[in-house]
């Protein structure tokens, strides 16, 4: 007897790991959802006044606040996205056992949701800055949007690498965030690329940050060209690292589960 059981589709399977992360991460505190937003946001409200008192004068423009946002901003936008994708597994590990929810879907739904996140969060942070201190910028869009997707393919390709190597090496974790603890300092976020000598300079150029800090400034300063900025190194950097972390998380899934 043939029996018609609907088939859970990827898209379901996305959408009902979006939900319960939502449910079960922004909804254990008071406001939920709210303060994943407002933390950050008032996060970069403290260090841009705390800044501003030691950096009166910006590298761009004449107001500290806006300057500093558009290094902060993207900064923080790939980390987060690296950050969700990086524990999708481990999050998801026990719904990873059925069959119809696979590791992608995992990785998928962590990346939209902070995508999403952080999308909210940028609009709510500039229009906050443009409205507070009366800016009237004259904004290249193009730029804008190429920056906050460099930033977004960043964090999900090194996210999907780093998912397997945490639970591949779970020290792994511990090591990376020592590792990048300097990259708060050397992304070019309070001052600009342009302003690092030699040999510092060819080195940083290394740090795909940089670029992605650059491509955004671009967007929000018409005189400001950075033209050290490369797209296709940052995506090419990215998809390498996402192909690798897909290879290695498809051919090891079932031993990194049973660990």
């Known amino acids: 007897m043939r029996t018609n059981t609907p088939k859970f589709s990827t898209p379901r399977a996305i959408f009902a790991l979006i939900v319960r992360e939502m449910s079960t991460t922004y909804g254990r505190s008071p406001g939920g959802y709210f303060w994943a937003v407002a933390e950050p ?36 936008f790939y980390v987060d996205v690296n950050a969700k994708v990086s524990l999708s597994l481990k999050f998801s590990r026990q719904l990873l056992f059925y069959p119809r929810v696979t590791f992608t879907d995992a990785l998928i739904a962590r990346f939209l949701l902070s995508f999403f996140t952080q999308i909210l969060i940028f609009f709510l942070v500039f229009l906050i800055i443009i409205q507070a201190y009366d800016i009237k910028p004259t904004l290249d869009f193009k730029s804008i949007f190429i920056g906050l997707g460099m930033a977004a393919i960043l964090g999900l390709g090194i996210g999907t690498m780093n ?51 650059g491509m955004m400034r671009r967007g929000f300063f018409a005189t400001y060209d950075a033209a050290y900025v490369s797209v296709s190194f940052v995506c ?20 990194l589960l049973h660990k």
């Open 163 to 213: 998912c397997f190597l945490i639970l591949r090496i779970p020290v792994w974790q511990r090591i990376w965030a020592i590792f990048t603890r300097p990259l708060f300092l050397v992304s070019s976020i309070f001052y600009l690329f342009e302003t690092v000598p030699e040999p510092f300079k060819s080195f940083l150029w290394y740090n795909p940050l940089v670029h992605i800090v």
């Open 236 to 255: 090419i950097l990215s998809l390498v690292l996402m192909g690798f972390g897909l290879l290695l998380l498809g051919t090891y899934q079932r031993d």
């Open 41 to 76: 946001i008032a996060g970069i409200a403290l260090l841009t006044f705390f800044f501003s008192l030691m950096l009166r004068a910006p590298a761009l423009g004449s107001n500290f606040a806006y300057f500093y946002a558009t290094g902060m901003v993207p900064f923080t």
